[in-house]
């Protein structure tokens, strides 16, 4: 069974997921891809361990503190390589930032291949179906601009900003 709860934040309204005990979804109303993967009929809306857990994990995160991605169950549905390139971003450590290449090669390694190609990366990152809690919001270009973000730039400077991360020198 799906479940599913609003959760206000300070960057919006984020739509949470759960089936099966795991967190299969975090969107931020309005971004792209909102609710991708799910089903056309909206879920059943009730509060379950998994969703209250991530309440806590985002009530937290949104107050400073540092949560861990690895606290909550996730299960983000999609292939092999975007799994893997999913747990790459849980690597990231909290207030810390990492280029599309550097994430390219620690995937690539971690699925013992000899290169993984940029757009690849940059169109699973896309797709994470959790934001937030797998950040993708931590990963920069080479040239140390935000890019693009499922949320909207202004979001993705934000949670880096409350991370205690300096936007103001990137592009």
């Not at 309005?30 to 089903?39: A, D, I, T, W």
């Not at 400073?64 to 999913?86: C, I, N, V, Y």
């Not at 890019?147 to 202004?154: E, H, N, V």
Request: charged content about 20%; proline content about 9%; aromatic content about 8%.
């Amino acid at each position: 069974m799906l479940y599913t709860a609003i959760f206000p934040s300070p960057v919006g309204n984020l739509l949470l997921a759960e089936q099966d005990g795991a967190l299969v979804g975090l969107w931020l109303e309005g971004q792209k891809y909102f609710g991708e993967g799910l089903p056309s009929e909206p879920p059943e809306q009730k509060p379950t361990p998994v969703l209250d857990a991530a309440h806590g994990w985002l009530d937290r995160y949104f107050s400073g503190q540092k949560p861990s991605p690895s606290e909550l169950p996730l299960r983000p549905a999609g292939s092999a390589f975007r799994r893997a390139l999913w747990m790459e971003l849980c690597e990231i450590p909290y207030g810390q930032m990492t280029t599309y290449g550097e994430l390219a090669k620690k995937v690539a390694a971690r699925m013992n291949r000899p290169n993984m190609p940029g757009q690849a990366v940059g169109g699973a990152i896309g797709h994470n179906p959790i934001l937030i809690v797998i950040p993708c919001h931590r990963v920069i270009s080479a040239s140390r601009s935000l890019t693009g973000y499922a949320g909207g730039l202004s979001v993705k400077r934000a949670l880096l900003q409350l991370e205690g991360i300096d936007t103001s020198k990137l592009a």
